[in-house]
C-alpha cells in the first residue's frame, strides 16, 4: 500500500518558469490537501480538495493553481515561479473532513532561482 | 496566526530519559493532533486527542490537554535514538475536523543522544 505519492522528490526551477507537482493516493480517500513546509514555520495550507470536482483556497494560495483530476490525484501548479516559492511541498489526503487521521506524502523539494 | 505553538523549540536528551513537549493554542478547539516528522520525510500522525479527553496514551507516548489553559502536552517514555525527529500539533477549531480547519505549530526538534 503507497498510501501518499508525490512527485517529484527534487526539482529546480528558475524564476518565471512553471512546473506541476503531482500527488496521487491509493486509499480511496475523498479529501485531499496541498501544504508548503518553510524554516521555523509550520506548515502552511495551500489549497485543498473537499472531495472530487471541489477545490477551495488555503491560508497562501497565491501563486498556485490546484486540479483535481479523479479521486486518485491532486496537482499543484506554480505558473511563473518566484523565489519565494522555494520551499518543501507536501501532498496529503484524509478519508473525509470528519477527524480522521490525515496522510502525508514525503515531500517535494522546490528551489527558485 | 499561528494557532498552535510547540515549546521548547529544540530538545536534546539522553537515551532512556523522557521527553516532555508542550504546545499552546489560543482558540477553542475541537481536537488536537500529534505528528512526528523525521528528517527529509513526511508527517506522521502519532495521535489525536478530542476536546472533551484529559489524556490518552499509545505505546511509549502521552497525551494531555488542558482546554482551561489552552495547551497540551506529549510525553515519549524511555526515549529511543529512532524518536529523534521534529514533532508538530496541529489543532483543529472546526468540528468538520477537515485537516483545513487544522493550524500546525511551528515544531519541537527532539534529538536523543546514545
Known amino acids: 500500500n503507497a498510501g501518499v505519492t508525490q512527485t517529484p522528490k527534487f526539482q529546480v526551477l528558475k524564476t518565471g518558469q512553471s512546473m506541476t507537482l503531482q500527488c496521487a493516493q491509493d486509499m480511496n480517500h475523498n479529501s485531499m490537501y496541498w501544504y508548503r513546509q518553510d524554516p521555523g514555520m509550520g506548515l502552511r495550507l495551500i489549497y485543498y480538495?473537499?472531495?472530487?470536482?471541489?477545490?477551495d483556497k488555503g491560508e497562501v494560495p497565491n501563486g498556485y493553481n490546484v486540479s483535481r483530476l479523479n479521486k486518485r490525484e491532486f496537482s499543484l501548479r506554480l505558473e511563473s515561479a518566484a523565489p519565494s516559492q522555494t520551499s518543501v511541498y507536501f501532498c496529503a489526503s484524509q478519508k473525509d473532513r470528519t477527524g480522521n487521521t490525515i496522510y502525508f506524502g514525503e515531500g517535494s523539494w522546490l528551489t527558485v532561482v | 496566526s499561528q494557532q498552535g505553538e510547540e515549546d521548547p523549540q529544540a530538545l536534546s536528551i539522553q537515551e532512556g530519559e523522557n521527553a516532555t513537549m508542550n504546545c499552546s493554542y489560543k482558540t477553542s478547539i475541537n481536537n488536537l493532533q500529534w505528528y512526528r516528522q523525521n528528517s527529509g520525510r513526511g508527517l506522521v500522525h502519532l495521535i489525536l486527542?478530542?476536546?472533551?479527553?484529559r489524556e490518552k496514551h499509545s505505546g511509549r507516548l502521552r497525551v494531555t490537554l488542558d482546554t482551561s489553559k489552552k495547551s497540551s502536552s506529549l510525553l515519549i517514555t524511555a526515549s529511543r535514538a529512532a524518536d529523534t525527529a521534529s514533532y508538530f500539533c496541529?489543532?483543529?477549531?472546526?468540528?468538520?475536523?477537515?485537516?483545513?480547519?487544522?493550524?500546525f505549530g511551528k515544531g519541537t526538534h527532539l534529538i536523543i543522544q546514545p
Open positions: 496541529a489543532s483543529g477549531p472546526y468540528s468538520g475536523g477537515g485537516a483545513d480547519g487544522l493550524t
Open positions: 486527542i478530542r476536546s472533551n479527553e
Open positions: 480538495s473537499a472531495s472530487e470536482g471541489t477545490t
